[in-house]
């Protein structure tokens, strides 16, 4: 069964940087490469919600609210997917999940203070 493990989230003030990070180490082939990944996530007292996603040709989508500010990625080398997150407001803050083939990581927190 795929793992993945999530990591990169922390605590930010408003207008700055993360870069989350999504790994598997149960899967030795190029899974990022051969599937659609996504970042969701979800904030307290919301439902979750899909914040971005990355097919295996490269195609990415993002949700309206994160438009211009988040970027999806993938190095096939390293076997891990990304999701660069700039100019970041208090709103995003949730916990954030990677998925691919239906299965979830743990997921990391990420915090914007005001």
């Known amino acids: 069964q795929v793992q993945l493990v999530e990591s990169g989230g922390g605590l930010v003030q408003s207008g700055g940087s993360l870069r989350l990070s999504c790994t598997t180490s149960?899967?030795?082939?190029?899974?990022?490469?051969?599937?659609?990944t996504a970042w969701h996530r979800r904030a307290p007292g919301k439902q979750r919600e899909l914040v971005a996603s990355?097919?295996?040709?490269?195609?990415?989508n993002y949700a309206d609210a994160v438009k211009g500010r988040f970027a999806i990625s993938r190095d096939d080398a390293k076997n891990t997917a990304y999701l660069q997150m700039n100019s970041l407001k208090p709103e995003d803050t949730a916990v954030y999940y990677c998925?691919?083939?239906?299965?979830w990581g743990q997921g990391t927190q990420v915090t914007v203070s005001s």
């Open positions: 990355i097919t295996s040709d490269g195609t990415t």
């Open positions: 149960t899967f030795s082939g190029k899974i990022f490469s051969i599937y659609a």
């Open positions: 998925t691919i083939l239906g299965v």
